[in-house]
Structure formats: structure tokens, C-alpha cells
């Protein structure tokens, strides 16, 4: 079972920024692909970006160009920066590794609101 736990979001203006962070398990290790999921409001959950073992990211194309991740692989600790915020990314975020599925472990996330 991985052990993913979630947090910084919140409610937000439109144009503003928030950062995420993402405390996971240990044993996933540096050389595992992480990611950054979200869920909309009713709607399916999706990817939005990804970080390697080399550190490159690559985004979805909602997301390209406001939000940035990054990890700290001595603390297992991955980022999302997220900038240029939208009504559009509402939605509870999610950290996994990459190409995780439905019915893997999931944490619980944590809900940013972008509200005028």
C-alpha cells in the first residue's frame, strides 16, 4: 500500500497562485516517476503532470505554462506550483506514481476552490 499524503490547497482568487506538496512512502525512491492528478467536480480523474528520475517534467496542456512540479527526493516530498489559477481547476489534486491506476492506493487529497 503506498502511503501518499496531500496538502496546501485551499480556496483561491482567479490569477492567484497556490503550492501543493505531497509527503509519500519512503520505498517509492528516487527513481519512480511522480505525478500530480486531479479530480473535478464530477468528473474522472486526470493527469495533469509528471516528474522523472531525471527531474524533467512534462504536463498536460490545461495545465503547460502555470504550473510547475518538482520533487525533493531526500524528503519524498513532491510540489506543484501552481499559477494563473482558473475557475477551471477546481477539482481535489492528487499525488501518485505515474500511470498509477483507479484501483491503486490513493491518499486523500487535498481540494483547492478557485472562486472570484
Known amino acids: 500500500q503506498v502511503q501518499l499524503v496531500e496538502s496546501g490547497g485551499g480556496l483561491a482568487q482567479p490569477g492567484g497562485s497556490l503550492r501543493l506538496s505531497c509527503v509519500y512512502a519512503k520505498r517509492i525512491g528516487r527513481f519512480t516517476a511522480m505525478a500530480w492528478y486531479r479530480q473535478p467536480p464530477g468528473k474522472q480523474r486526470e493527469w495533469i503532470a509528471t516528474v522523472n528520475s531525471d527531474d524533467l517534467p512534462t504536463y498536460a496542456d490545461s495545465v503547460k505554462g502555470r504550473f510547475s512540479i518538482s520533487r525533493d527526493s531526500t524528503e519524498n516530498i513532491l510540489y506543484l506550483q501552481m499559477n494563473n489559477l482558473r475557475l477551471e481547476d477546481t477539482a481535489i489534486y492528487h499525488c501518485?506514481?505515474?500511470?498509477?491506476?483507479?484501483?491503486?492506493?490513493w491518499g486523500q487529497g487535498t481540494q483547492v476552490f478557485i472562486s472570484p
Open positions: 501518485n506514481t505515474h500511470g498509477a491506476q483507479p484501483s491503486d492506493s
